[in-house]
């Protein structure tokens, strides 16, 4: 890569693959989680990322590219992290790893988006700028559903 354009591209390939990854793991993290509360914010952030893929198709699309993934090798980290933490975790400990391994997918997602979005506006991509700033948004807002989830009722 040695443009923004490349590296905008890129990063949108990355980011495809990583919502790809994450809608295939939600389903495991909803069914491993006991708080009822909990299970209900992963399965609702299901939905948001089915539409957040769908979203990317049309991003995709502002530069006339198919949409299609390059593996991402921080989201599979992150998703072998939360792997590990259903094969071991128990009780308390299990829906408190959980939710802090799911924000850990919100802050890389929230890293991504705030880049994508920026590089869209300096490439004078305003449809793609107004598009990531939506997902950009959702995933600020889910972030901040866990840290509330976490302060009120997981982590007690």
């Known amino acids: 890569m040695q443009t923004l354009e490349e590296l905008f591209e890129h990063t949108l390939k990355d980011i495809y693959y990583a919502e790809n990854a994450i809608a295939k793991a939600l389903p495991k993290v909803s069914k491993a989680v006991k708080n009822a509360e909990l299970k209900k914010a992963v399965d ?13 198709k049309k991003v995709f699309k502002t530069i006339g590219k198919k ?58 991509n ?14 600020k807002a889910a972030n901040s559903k866990l840290t509330n ?3 009120t009722a997981i982590n007690k």
Not at 44 to 54: A, C, P, V, W
Not at 77 to 105: N, P, S, T, W
Request: with cysteine.
């Open 44 to 56: 609702h952030h299901l939905e948001e990322t089915k539409g957040q893929i769908e979203t990317l």
């Open 67 to 124: 949409a299609e993934g390059e593996k991402c090798d921080a989201a599979e980290g992150l998703l072998k992290e939360a792997d590990g933490l259903m094969e071991e975790g128990k009780g308390i400990a299990l829906d408190a790893g959980l939710l802090a391994a799911c924000q850990a997918v919100e802050h890389y997602e929230i890293a991504r988006y705030g880049s994508l979005r920026e590089w869209a506006k300096v490439l004078g």
């Open 149 to 151: 989830l976490a302060v």
């Open 126 to 139: 305003e449809e793609a700028h107004v598009l990531l700033s939506e997902i950009l948004d959702q995933e």
